[in-house]
């Protein structure tokens, strides 16, 4: 009798010690959330987008300054060529009118999200994760776990053709969540 209650607390002892190591392993670390993180951003990029206009169109050398700044700008970087420029005077006016079509060139092809006839969608800023925070734990259980990380911005060429949603900073943190299952272990829900 004494005998079996020994074996019965050895084998509670035992249950105890596998129970509680198990979850241990189900906790998330802070790199292992980092990691799950960054293969995410690795295979579905962050960034913002703009549009810009690729079709024909005209330029006021007083009103359109900035853009033909902008646009002059990436044509001395290579992005773009402009192409069937011409100029010219109004009658009576001290304006100059632009009429030019941009062309995209080869070093432009890492920017481009989506092509249309008339306009490109742009990247304007591309996030990066910072590498030397620690990801911010918000809600940590054995079973989900929701935290947030710090993206660092990256100003494109095509900036300027863009809005930013946060032009006060030079980054953003983004909230992921993940779940721990059995099967799969830690892994980001969308």
């Given at each position: 009798?004494?005998?079996?209650k020994?074996?019965?607390?050895?084998?509670?002892?035992?249950?105890?010690?596998?129970?509680?190591?198990c979850?241990?392993?189900?906790?998330?670390?802070?790199?292992?959330?980092?990691?799950?993180?960054?293969?995410?951003?690795?295979?579905?990029?962050?960034?913002?987008?703009?549009k810009?206009?690729?079709?024909?169109?005209?330029?006021?050398?007083?009103?359109?300054q900035?853009?033909?700044?902008?646009?002059?700008?990436?044509?001395s970087?290579?992005?773009?060529?402009?192409?069937?420029?011409?100029?010219?005077?109004?009658?009576?006016?001290?304006?100059?009118?632009?009429i030019?079509?941009?062309?995209?060139?080869?070093?432009?092809?890492?920017?481009?999200?989506?092509?249309?006839?008339?306009?490109?969608?742009?990247?304007?800023?591309i996030?990066?994760?910072?590498?030397?925070?620690?990801v911010?734990f918000?809600?940590?259980t054995?079973?989900?776990?929701?935290?947030?990380?710090?993206?660092?911005?990256?100003?494109t060429?095509?900036?300027?053709?863009?809005?930013?949603?946060?032009?006060?900073?030079?980054f953003?943190?983004?909230?992921?969540?993940?779940?721990?299952t059995?099967?799969?272990?830690?892994?980001?829900?969308?």
């Amino acid at each position: 009798m004494m005998k079996q209650k020994l074996h019965l607390i050895l084998l509670l002892g035992i249950f105890s010690i596998l129970n509680n190591s198990c979850k241990d392993s189900q906790d998330i670390s802070s790199g292992q959330a980092m990691s799950m993180v960054t293969d995410y951003v690795a295979e579905n990029p962050i960034f913002e987008t703009g549009k810009f206009q690729i079709n024909k169109f005209k330029l006021n050398s007083t009103k359109d300054q900035d853009l033909i700044v902008k646009l002059q700008e990436l044509e001395s970087e290579g992005y773009i060529e402009i192409i069937d420029e011409k100029k010219r005077r109004k009658w009576f006016s001290k304006d100059s009118v632009f009429i030019i079509t941009p062309t995209l060139t080869d070093k432009s092809y890492p920017y481009i999200v989506k092509q249309n006839r008339n306009n490109v969608e742009v990247k304007t800023l591309i996030y990066e994760i910072d590498l030397k925070q620690e990801v911010n734990f918000e809600k940590k259980t054995s079973k989900q776990a929701t935290f947030n990380v710090l993206l660092l911005k990256e100003k494109t060429p095509f900036y300027q053709f863009g809005k930013d949603s946060n032009p006060n900073s030079d980054f953003i943190t983004r909230k992921f969540k993940a779940r721990y299952t059995p099967e799969r272990g830690w892994q980001l829900v969308k």
